[in-house]
């Protein structure tokens, strides 16, 4: 089993911890000194000060210092989004250190992404996972904060991929009354408007609400491409009492959008077809994408040092909608396929918690112990045609309006995962600058797949234990170390005949240091990792066109990150990862092949500068650099992305205490880059030089 590796990680630890204790026991246990600060005023779900959050609870489940967490987490907060001026969540994970840009699912604002070399689709909420079915990319203007949780988080969170988490803190209501309009328009026709309301009802604080909307009508520097988006997310909390709270949050999504492969390489190399190409067919019309969620989220005080959490999460969607598909380019065509998609999936996630505080001796404990349960649906129904040249396409100069082929591939599949789980985890302040971290997650699944076409039915019940621990020593006020192994665990995706496959299998290693700088005002963590990743679906040697869970996986680096404010007017965040990840085994890829869409050089750096005096006091300026190395385009092959640099401009005029307005330049020098790709055919280009003008007004 995978946690016996954990075995030599544990020894260190508990004999660290024997060597660091000996002469502790006998002293009492002292708390840090108290101080008015920043890190004392933020909270692990409220708003950021600038670019550097001190507080996290996507690490623990519980509001901690980020420097006390054994374990790299790079948070980005809302500041960073607004002053880029993005929509788009993997423009702000740039700055997080170690995060890749993969499939993008046709622009159906599904988000896949790799995080220290592994690509994953997981996705959290306020803690609960919500990429479950085709659940739509998270708008901007409910996010507060993105968390990532850097390395294997199972025994938190349960399945998921080794390589890190990506968990979404959103806004909550606030005692304050106040109503925030953004309005923007940019090249290509794009044109957006947000609005923040939160409002406290009735006296004394008790009831508060908010709600986030936002609206937008976006063309393309693509041919034939665009998108509409409408969210509402609006948010109660109620404090009952002094010692219990109820939090209600829900969301409503509607996405249509042009279904988009982007371009192909030709002979191995880009550029011969046009940024702009669309290889589709215009009148396939849109995809809609409909979603729905409800969290709620009641704790109570039991006493000052223990509280229980109940907490549920429910999303639906219903995705809808026609495409056309290029294959294969034979010459200068691309051969196509014509496919319907009508999907529809319902997640329910439980969980019980208890939260305490504790001493044995001299050692200082917080403790969880979480039950959980989910039940999750999926129907995917794809009908699709044979893929022929007849049904083509010129790369060079497209002709629109061939007659749609038959379809001959139902597709329709079904698949059902329920799971019971307890989690179990202790964060210990041993004294004199030690602290740990264990935990353990022990899940029963049960996963079900039917092929609905062939009657075929898949299933399989599993049992899985995951382990973490981690160490961390302040070894001065400004210099911390840390070191960490943990598990993990997640069932693979159902195969083309509805085969269930074993579920894949990591184990990670990390060790680092977290720097507090500039008497507290810049942050940065520094981690070398290694992480292995084994059952990776490869083909099936006996059975051509079909898989088998039998490939092995290796990926080893150093990240870093760094945020804060350099000086009182000058606030900063930016990353660097350099990411060795290839295939260790497999049927078809020849070991060393490197992994897809994984860059083994990337960074990226956000500087603002913010005026404080004089008639532009309050305004700002500021630049963006982000750099992605060489990566694979098609795994197993020689095909690569080339590398790219970007520079982006910003700056906001404050024309009043109450008015903003703002100008993006993305792109500067307009360089052409490709920024994902699926295969050598399915290459997504970036966008050319483009601008944002924004208006902000508070009302």
């Known amino acids: 089993m995978p946690h016996r590796h954990l075995a030599p990680a544990t020894g260190l630890l508990l004999s ?46 519980t509001d901690t210092d980020i420097r006390d967490i054994p374990q790299a987490i790079s948070v980005i907060p809302a500041q960073v989004l607004d002053d880029l001026d993005t929509t788009r969540l993997d423009r702000a994970l740039d700055f997080a250190g170690g995060v890749s840009r993969q499939n993008n699912f046709g622009g159906l604002t599904f988000l896949s992404y790799s995080i220290r070399g592994f690509t994953t689709g997981e996705l959290y909420k306020n803690g609960f996972a919500i990429n479950r079915g085709s659940y739509s990319s998270p708008d901007a203007s409910g996010i507060e904060r993105i968390e990532v949780l850097k390395g294997p988080a199972a025994s938190l969170y349960g399945r998921g991929d080794p390589g890190g988490t990506v968990n979404i803190v959103t806004k909550k209501p606030q005692a304050e009354t106040f109503s925030r309009f953004k309005a923007s328009a940019g090249s290509w026709d794009r044109y957006r408007a947000s609005l923040d309301v939160n409002a406290p009802l009735g006296g004394e604080d008790r009831l508060l609400s908010r709600i986030n909307l936002a609206t937008e009508d976006n063309g393309s520097f693509r041919d034939h491409i665009g998108n509409q988006r409408l969210v ?16 209600l949050e829900t969301e409503f999504v509607q996405h249509d ?25 215009p009148d396939d019309g849109d995809i809609r994408n ?121 597709n329709d599949f079904f698949e059902q995962v329920e799971s019971h789980a307890l989690n179990l985890q202790d964060q210990i302040d041993f004294g004199g600058g030690w602290k740990g971290l264990i935990g353990a997650r022990f899940e029963h699944f049960e996963q079900s797949a039917q092929n609905r076409t062939t009657s075929v039915r898949n299933d399989q ?32 995706t ?114 603002v500068y913010e005026f404080q005096d004089g008639h532009l006091r309050g305004s700002d300026v500021g630049a963006a650099f982000n750099h992605v190395g060489d990566r694979s385009g098609q795994a197993g092959s020689q095909f690569e992305l080339p590398a790219y640099s970007t520079v982006d401009l910003l700056a906001h005029y404050k024309a009043s205490e109450r008015v903003r307005v703002g100008l993006n330049i993305n792109n500067l020098f307009d360089r052409k880059y490709y920024e994902r790709s699926y295969n050598s055919v399915w290459v997504m280009p970036g966008e050319p030089r483009n601008f944002n003008l924004s208006l902000t007004l508070d009302l």
Do not use: C
């Open 494 to 607: 159902i195969g083309s005949q509805g085969t269930v496959f074993e579920p894949e299998k990591g184990l990670g290693k990390e060790a680092g240091l977290k720097l507090d700088l500039l008497e507290g005002r810049l942050g940065t963590t520094v981690a070398l990792f290694h992480i292995d990743k084994e059952n990776v679906l490869t083909a099936d040697p006996n059975e051509p066109g079909q898989n088998i869970a039998a490939g092995r996986a290796r990926s080893q680096g150093l990240d870093l990150q760094v945020s804060g404010q350099l000086t009182e007017a000058l606030r900063i965040i930016g990353a660097y990862a350099y990411i060795d990840a290839e295939v260790t085994r497999d049927n078809v890829l020849p070991e060393g092949s490197r992994l897809l869409g994984i860059p083994k050089h990337s960074g990226s750096l956000l500087a």
């Open 461 to 492: 019940h599993k049992d899985s234990l995951t382990l973490r621990s981690g160490l961390l020593y302040q070894l001065t006020p400004e210099i911390g170390l840390f070191a960490n192994a943990a598990t993990s665990v997640k069932p693979n």
């Open 257 to 281: 959008s042009v279904f988009d492969r982007g371009i192909p390489a030709v002979n191995g190399e880009m550029g011969a077809v046009k940024r702009s190409t669309f290889l589709g067919e």
């Open 290 to 410: 409909r979603n729905q969620m409800f969290q709620a989220s009641l704790e109570h005080h039991l006493d000052e040092t223990w509280k229980i959490r109940l907490a549920n999460h429910y999303a639906q969607g219903h995705l809808q909608g026609d495409a056309t598909e290029a294959s294969r380019l034979i010459g200068n065509q691309v051969s196509r396929f014509y496919r319907q998609r009508d999907f529809e999936w319902n997640d329910s996630i439980t969980q019980l918690e208890l939260h305490g505080l504790f001493e044995t001796g001299s050692w200082l404990h917080q403790t969880l112990a979480g039950l959980e349960y989910e039940n999750y649906r999926n129907s995917q129904k794809y009908p699709q045609s044979l893929a022929s040249l007849d049904y083509g396409q010129d790369i060079y100069n497209p002709v629109y309006g061939k007659p749609k082929p038959a379809l001959v591939n139902p």
């Open 232 to 247: 509402v997310s609006p948010s109660l909390s109620w404090q009952a009492s002094p010692d219990t709270r109820l939090l």
């Open 16 to 61: 660290l911890l024997g060597e660091a204790t000996a002469a502790e026991t006998a002293l009492p246990l002292l708390l840090d000194e108290i101080q008015i600060d920043s890190r004392r005023q933020e909270s692990a779900d409220g708003p950021v000060q600038g670019y550097r959050a001190t507080r996290s609870a996507s690490a623990t489940r």
